[in-house]
């Protein structure tokens, strides 16, 4: 077999398929899915400046939220920067979409004291299929901001 043939797809090298290099998450059909995948950014940072480098932190949740809003022509969303977790509450409620567990344990509880972690734990399970505590980040020193 050439090797054009056992790596079939550009950039492939350990040939894992066309399905590896599109956005995480189960692709079901749903048009809400890339949607609720596009907000977990946004709650990952909020609840990261609960814990840490709240001014860097809030940005890059404000920035993301512009991304979200621009990327699905949402205004709502543009128009609340200052009221994230109400608007993303609004969109959600309105749209009915099914939140990824990080996104629900942020917008249950924004101000709980360990919120920080419990969403850092849920996007790893969901970006990786490990809790944090098994990736290989936690075994990586953390760089100070």
Known sequence: MSPRRRHPHRGDGLNLGPGAFGPPGPDDGDPHTALAWAIQPVTYYLAKATAQNLPTNLLKARSAAVGLANTFGLREVRD??????????????????????????????????????????????ENQGLPFALSAVAVLPSIPN
């Open 80 to 125: 609340s920067l200052d009221n994230l977790p109400g608007a993303l509450r609004n969109l959600i409620a309105e749209r009915r979409i099914a939140p990824l567990d990080s996104t629900a344990r942020y917008l249950d509880a924004p101000t709980h004291p360990v919120i920080a972690q419990a969403v850092r734990d849920a996007v790893f399970v």
